[in-house]
């Protein structure tokens, strides 16, 4: 049987209902509000944010020389070439400032390294073979470069101009160039830290329509469906301002001027101006546009994103759906090896993962860290062994900072950088055993035994006689979710199980209740290795919560389970 303990929220149900009357809104729904640290005053701005919640762009560090160097290669129509990174973060922010800048005239260029041996961020070669080839007067690297400070030298040295946009944890010495970054905190700490690469770039380009005598805000419109789409796939926290540009960017993205974007969202099955949320982004849209900079160049991503061409549109997104197919298949078969690995280790004695495999295709090993991590609720580090380097991902629990504990390793790593949840590294294939024993020493000294154990948060019990299409609509009022704002987790009770079925693979579960009211359908993601715990007739609990799932134009209701437990006697 899976250890797991079930954790309650602080129990504000009286609190909450007096709420409910003065907001008319569910109880349910202000007893959530209340959990998430929210005060009666600023409920209107959580469920329908506004300006009020953007953080004002002049707080960035190196914000004014970058917007100044910007506006002035747009005065003088200066050659500008973008420096982007391979992955959907990267791909959108590259694409807000190559729509921005083309928009006002601007000879501009676009270049993104390739996972496979050029890996991420500047390098040295690369800044020479762009301005050998492109002779731009000004470089703009988007999310990179923080940590780029010598390549950036090389840049400068050879005549050219450098902006650095990132949103990175920055490394001992920072560029000699202006460096717009939300995690600097020499000039000043910027309010919200984590925002994406994407939203560094908007806001940059903010900050220069400024300079130029534009309204800033009038950007939007164009340029917040992509901020939203970076946002959410690189997993920022849905609160303040990220959540502002993902409440507004969604709309904008249903409504879409971009042919790209419509024909991928026409192909993902998510378009036809359905109303879209967080979860289409991160499960639709944003792996179909990771999957180029995963297993060939990222730059086709990046040209879906800024073509006017229908006929190319098109061609590009049944580009990335086939990538995606091909990614999942390849993903799969690394995962599979990697937990043949794990068979032989002792999960008592490590509570660090690291895990190498020769020829593991390095643009799927962050996804493999993620799901190991989340199954075995340990820090992972996954890692692609080519000759005599492995390169690799790391993804860590909510106990561990993964920097932090890669910062007690970094004596052996050729490179690594990241945030506290993720993280890049590089190493020589002969150190990888000495690093796991130090990672695994420096992740004990992080965490505890009890952060070993799986915990479900949930922020209220309910009966199953609740789960209602009403309860459904209203929790949709804390769109957008996702990390840092979790959909709704509710304990439902006296549920009894009617039926349970395997999905074909044997991953998941598809499970039918009777809740008393009537029958409802549950889906439990990840739970195949559950399947003998269970019999039809038995009493349950539940956490997860309730949607609406949309098959073929129809709605039908549904529990989505995070995790479900024989009821008390």
């Known amino acids: 049987m899976r250890a797991s303990h079930w954790r309650a929220a602080p129990d504000r149900r009286d609190e909450a209902r007096l709420l409910s009357r003065e907001f008319d809104l569910n109880p349910v ?47 003088e129509q200066q050659p500008v070439c973008i420096y982007g990174d391979y992955d959907t973060d990267g791909s959108t922010g590259g694409a807000i400032l190559y729509r921005f800048l083309t928009a ?43 940590t780029s400070a010598e390549e950036v030298d090389t840049a400068v040295a050879l005549g050219v101009d450098v902006i650095v946009t990132d949103h990175h944890l920055p490394g001992e010495r920072l560029p000699a160039a202006p460096a717009v970054n939300p995690q600097r905190t020499d000039q000043g700490a ?27 805000f009038q950007l939007e419109t164009v340029l917040l469906e992509l901020v939203a789409v970076g946002t959410v796939a690189d997993m920022m926290p849905l609160i303040g301002e990220n959540r502002y540009y993902v409440y507004h960017g969604l709309e904008l993205l249903r409504h879409t001027q971009s042919l790209g974007l419509r024909a991928l969202m026409e192909t993902a099955g998510v378009g036809d101006g359905k109303v879209l949320t967080s979860r289409d982004i991160g499960f639709m849209i944003g792996p179909r546009l990771n999957a180029a900079g995963r297993l ?86 996954v890692l692609s062994i080519q000759g005599d380097i492995a390169k690799g991902s790391g993804r860590s ?54 952060d070993l154990i799986p915990v479900h948060e949930y922020d209220c019990s309910v009966r199953a006689s609740a789960a209602t299409m009403p309860l459904a609509r209203a929790l949709e009022w804390l769109e957008p979710t996702g990390q840092g704002n979790p959909p709704a987790q509710l304990r439902f009770t006296e549920l009894r199980l009617e039926q349970i079925r395997l ?27 559950e399947y003998d715990r269970f019999e039809p007739g038995q009493w349950v609990e ?21 995790d479900l437990r024989h009821a008390p006697a």
């Open 397 to 450: 629990n909510r106990a561990v900072d993964l920097h932090a504990a890669l910062t007690d390793c970094a004596d052996l790593l050729t490179g690594f950088g990241g945030h506290h949840q993720a993280a890049g590294l590089s190493i020589a294939a002969d150190k990888i055993d000495e690093l796991a024993d130090r990672f695994d020493a420096a992740v004990r000294a992080r965490m505890t035994e009890e």
């Open 190 to 216: 910027y309010p919200q830290p984590e925002i994406a690469g994407a939203a560094v770039a908007y806001k940059l380009c903010q900050k220069t329509a400024e300079l130029l005598g534009e309204n800033p």
């Open 104 to 146: 006002r005239g601007v000879p501009c260029e676009y270049y993104v390294p390739r996972r496979e041996g050029e890996g991420y961020g500047l390098n040295a070669q690369a800044v020479v073979q762009i301005i050998t080839k492109y002779r731009p007067k000004l470089l703009i690297t988007v999310d990179c470069g923080i």
């Open 29 to 75: 729904v202000t007893h959530l509000l209340l959990n998430r640290g929210l005060s009666r005053d600023q409920f209107a701005e959580y469920l329908r944010p506004t300006m009020a919640s953007e953080v004002d762009f002049n707080l960035l560090a190196d914000i004014q020389p970058a917007g100044e160097r910007l506006a002035q290669a747009i005065r």
């Open 503 to 529: 999905t074909r693979d044997g991953a998941h579960m598809q499970l039918f209740f009777d809740t008393g009211r009537g029958a409802i359908r549950g889906f439990w993601p990840g739970s195949g290795r």
């Open 542 to 562: 539940a956490v997860g919560t309730v949607n609406i799932d949309t098959w073929q134009g129809n709605e039908r209701l549904q529990l989505l389970i995070e």
């Open 296 to 381: 060939e160049d990222a730059r086709s991503a990046f040209e879906l994103l800024i073509t006017d061409d229908n006929a190319r549109a098109w061609q590009l997104a049944d580009q990335l759906e086939k990538l995606n197919r091909e990614r999942q298949n390849i993903e799969g078969d690394v995962r599979e090896e990697a937990s043949e690995r794990i068979k032989n280790l002792s999960l008592y004695e490590r509570w660090g993962l690291v895990l190498a495999g020769e020829g593991w295709h390095e643009g799927v090993v962050g996804l493999v860290a993620g799901r190991l991590a989340q199954r075995y609720h340990r820090p992972t580090l």
